[in-house]
């Protein structure tokens, strides 16, 4: 059972647009949410996270947004750069715990 | 940031042998760090969540004895794959949590690509 979903497996991007990756979760009892970013057979870089606390969450080019009632979290990328050519991962937990629930990730394709 | 290192890399190994991958935070104590595997195109799965001091705590389905995780100090911990075979291949990465930090935020080491042959 799959608790946190991305949907997409794949999204492209002209360079210069906005770039927007959607998670959604089914426990409500999740916390804090994160998004990674990571480049094949390497580690997953931290991005951006955001407390259930909050509703929005930006640094620079990336703002993550949280929708609790509707259990959905999105990153947003703007403007998109051929750097950003990535597999995202979102992640949920629950805080305390430690423990992180994985996305399946989004293959996001910036196109120069 | 938050550096994590694995070591090594890449490993292939026979069937029937054990590997030893290591993971160190290098620039921040690590009460608790996290052992991940990730198969082709897929998420990644915890594993098992180590704490400094004490044993490993393991996801439903990990096999305890074919996966053996030390947390001896602050800045290791080891995940030893124990009589290894073909289906153990997969991209292993571990995490820490830094423990002077407010946050919940896990920071990843590059990984280790394991081939059974």
């Known amino acids: 059972d799959q608790q946190v979903k991305q949907n997409s497996p794949s999204l492209s991007v002209q360079e210069g647009r906005i770039s927007i990756l959607n998670c959604d979760y089914t426990n409500s009892m999740f916390d804090y949410f994160l998004w990674y970013k990571k480049y094949p057979a390497e580690g997953p870089t931290f991005l951006i996270s955001?407390?259930?606390?909050?509703d929005k969450n930006e640094d620079g080019r990336f703002t993550v947004f949280l929708n609790k009632s509707a259990k959905h979290l999105s990153l947003h990328i703007v403007p998109s750069q051929p750097g950003d050519s990535a597999v995202y991962f979102c992640?949920?937990?629950?805080?305390?715990?430690?423990?992180?629930?994985f996305g399946t990730g989004t293959r996001l394709k910036v196109l120069a | 940031g938050a550096v994590v290192s694995q070591h090594p890399s890449r490993v292939i190994c026979k069937s029937g042998t054990s590997v030893k991958i290591e993971c160190r935070s290098l620039?921040?104590?690590?009460?608790?760090m996290f052992w991940y595997r990730q198969f082709p195109k897929k998420s990644l799965m915890l594993m098992a969540t180590?704490?400094?001091?004490?044993?490993?705590?393991?996801e439903q389905g990990v096999e305890k004895d074919k996966f053996l995780i030390n947390h001896a100090s602050l800045t290791l911990s080891t995940l030893t794959v124990t009589s290894a075979h073909p289906e153990d291949s997969s991209f292993y990465i571990c995490?820490?949590?830094?423990?002077?930090?407010?946050?919940?935020?896990?920071?990843f080491g590059p990984g280790t690509r394991l081939t059974v042959l």
């Open positions: 620039d921040f104590q690590a009460t608790t």
């Open positions: 955001i407390s259930s606390i909050k």
């Open positions: 180590s704490n400094e001091g004490s044993k490993a705590t393991y």
């Open positions: 995490s820490a949590r830094d423990g002077g930090a407010i946050t919940d935020t896990q920071y």
């Open positions: 992640a949920a937990s629950f805080s305390g715990t430690y423990k992180y629930i």
